[in-house]
């Protein structure tokens, strides 16, 4: 049978795909496969900013936040090591070109979210996400050893004969339905979150979990399947589609939640999880679908707004909302996964040649509720700490077992329906 072969396959192009060709040897053959457009990632979305180890002397606080966010259910060596690599990680970032905010001395700037006990997070205005997995995008478009083939549904893995090991996936092209196989000495799923699944979520809709998903199929060790977090605050809409998210380092720099009378009803930088409980439960106390945002109480008032939050001022301006002049409606939205592929310190699954990285994994390091800015230096770290392990463990050997028959209209259809997931939710209403 023909079928195409690389050294890696890596299914996802988010900042843990891209990140982790990047680390791969030059003389590494890679396929980077995304299901939609090479920009349809949630790590294109994500706002807020991306935490780092500010000095020695933040590591006691930093590991503390991120453990109690997390109610404590962390693994210990991840969170410890995210947080050891991550100045090298964001060095690595401004290699690549990523530009922070920084002060008049040149100097980066930091800003705060929920949980932080300091400010530790670095952002690009709010659209860090954008800022980051562009710059990572140009430079794998530079790699001329990396293929990257958009709009290419992963639909199954590709096993050894005796289904020990991975050898590849088997891969649908969306505009077309054809059904093929890419043989690959190590594979990594990279497929990113499951807010697709979800009526209202700030993700794209086409994440739809395919990563667990398949893993499930094949026995593949999955964690924490109900280990979801709800972001407190996306712009309350009437609408289908895809939920705006308010980053939560608008309340960082003081915007005020408040009820129907104006009054604050929670400490804003309180966990996510316990932010969006108190949203709920004022939500039902007043039988009200929202509650409001007031961001005129950010320090440094409008100069801020504009600066700092260009995004969400023109989204909201656009949406009818003068954030100058009046408190936004808000509603918490799914956001964020912390379950997932269970995954090692180097991010191997529970089969040979089969590795998770990114919002796919579960490698305990957000415990059961992540810490805000986590996610970006997270997905970072573990997917170049694979792309290690991948060059020290060396290429599976063995046949591929695929028959093209198995994949009937019915797999293909599914495929479809994931990708179009907001309309089911339409017909659902
Ligand atoms: C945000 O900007 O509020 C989102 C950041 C995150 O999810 O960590």
């Known amino acids: ?232 605050t996306s712009l309350y809409t009437t609408g289908h589609g895809r939920s705006f998210l308010i980053s939560e380092s608008v309340r960082g720099e003081g915007a005020h939640l408040i009820d129907r009378e104006g009054r604050r009803f929670v400490d804003e930088l309180l966990p996510r999880d316990v932010v969006t409980a108190a949203i709920y439960e004022q939500m039902r106390k007043e039988g009200s679908d929202h509650v409001r945002l007031d961001l005129r109480t950010v320090e440094g008032g409008a100069e801020t707004l504009r600066q700092h939050f260009p995004g969400i001022v023109e989204h909201c301006r656009k949406e009818g909302y003068d954030v100058f002049s009046e408190p936004i409606p808000v509603v918490p939205a799914q956001h964020y996964f912390m379950g997932g592929i269970r995954s090692s310190l180097f991010g191997r699954t529970t089969m040979p040649h089969l590795y998770a990285v990114g919002e796919t994994c579960c490698n305990g390091v957000h415990g059961r509720n992540r810490l805000a800015s986590n996610s970006l230096l997270e997905a970072l770290i573990f997917a170049a700490r694979a792309a290690e392990d991948i060059v020290r463990t060396g290429p599976a050997k063995g046949e591929a077992a695929f028959d093209p028959a198995a994949y009937d209209v019915k797999t293909i259809e599914r495929a479809r329906k994931a990708r179009v997931r907001k309309e089911i939710h339409r017909e659902r209403k």
């Open 1 to 232: 049978m023909d079928m195409r072969s690389y050294d890696v396959l890596i299914v996802g192009a988010g900042v843990a795909g891209l990140n982790c060709a990047l680390h791969l040897p030059k003389e590494t053959r890679v396929l980077v496969v995304c299901k939609g457009g090479l920009k349809e990632s949630d790590s294109f979305l994500a706002q807020g900013g991306i935490c780092v180890l500010r000095d020695k002397g933040d590591y006691q606080s930093y590991f503390e936040d991120t453990m109690r966010a997390g109610h404590y259910e962390n693994n210990p060596f991840t969170v410890r090591c995210m947080i050891e690599n991550s100045r090298k990680t964001i060095e690595e970032l401004i290699g690549f070109g990523v530009r922070f905010a920084r002060d008049g001395n040149g100097e980066l700037r930091f800003t705060r979210e929920g949980a932080h006990s300091r400010p530790r997070i670095l952002f690009h205005a709010d659209c860090t996400g954008k800022e980051i997995t562009s710059h990572l995008l140009k430079a794998v478009q530079k790699c001329p050893n990396v293929e990257l083939r958009p709009h290419t549904t992963m639909i199954d893995l590709l096993l050894s004969e005796d289904g020990e090991n991975c050898l590849g996936a088997v891969l649908c092209e969306n505009a077309t339905g054809g059904v093929y196989a890419v043989r690959a000495g190590n594979t990594v799923l990279a497929t990113g979150g499951v807010g697709g699944l979800f009526p209202h979520s700030t993700n794209f809709r086409i994440l739809t979990g395919d990563g667990v998903g398949v893993c499930l199929e094949h026995a593949i060790a999955v964690d924490h399947a109900d280990y979801v977090q709800f972001h407190p």
